[in-house]
């Protein structure tokens, strides 16, 4: 989508290797959000940034971290990948103000942790 | 964020309009209700919000209720590109954290 990426867009790893994947806006937004879905189930949120350097857990954040050292980036990492990590990873954006509160969704990261 | 509950899934014949409910008996007065809807594995996208009048653009229309505890979704000449799972969340835009449900999965059939 225009203004997010999100890299890679497919991975396929072993149990217990690290992971990273990585969330990049161009739309200076304040707000950023990790989101897992799993087949035949919503989106769950992992973690979220409220700033440089500000971030917060979300409903299922562990076996999850996150780092936001510049406005335009957003990381998501896991030390050590489990099985239970396969899933499709969703980055978000959001602004702030009237008519700027609409999240914007990246393509989607497939991870597949074997 | 105030919980949402939406019915898993629903059917509409092509043509006719979808009337898609949400429940959001707790939600704040500060907290908006947003739509969104998810095709095939893409990332979900926006459709419409509003925090007490009805809204309407041209995508679709909103209608809450005058106790804001539930809105409906209108879709109103549906396609069999509107086939998706439509989310609907309660958004405080004053805070960060924005959680959604499992939403409705709703299948336009010729």
């Known amino acids: 989508d225009a203004g997010i990426t999100q890299s890679p867009r497919h991975k396929v790893t072993e149990t217990g290797t690290p992971v990273t994947l990585r969330c990049h806006q161009t739309?200076?937004?304040?707000?950023m959000y990790w989101y897992r879905q799993d087949p035949g189930h919503g989106l769950r949120l992992i973690h979220y940034?409220?700033?440089?350097?500000?971030?917060d857990k979300g409903e299922v954040s562990d076996g999850y971290s996150v780092s936001r050292s510049k406005t335009e980036d957003f990381l998501l990492t896991l030390e050590s990948a489990t099985s239970s990590q396969t899933s499709v990873y969703f980055c978000a954006i959001r602004g702030q103000g009237a008519g700027a509160n609409v999240l914007t969704f990246g393509a989607g990261s497939r991870l597949t942790v074997l | 964020d105030a919980k949402t509950t939406q019915p898993p899934s629903m059917d509409c014949a092509e043509g006719r309009a979808a009337n898609l409910p949400c429940n959001h008996s707790t939600i704040s007065g500060n907290e908006y209700v947003y739509w969104y809807r998810q095709i095939h594995s893409q990332g979900p996208q926006y459709i419409i919000h509003g925090l007490k009048n009805n809204e309407t653009n041209e995508m679709a229309s909103l209608i809450i209720t005058e106790d804001r505890k539930s809105s409906t979704l209108i879709l109103p000449h549906a396609t069999l590109r509107d086939t998706a799972v439509y989310y609907c969340i309660a958004l405080n835009t004053n805070a960060g954290k924005s959680t959604f449900g499992d939403g409705t999965t709703l299948t336009v059939k010729p």
């Open positions: 739309e200076n937004h304040r707000y």
């Open positions: 940034s409220y700033g440089v350097k500000d971030t």
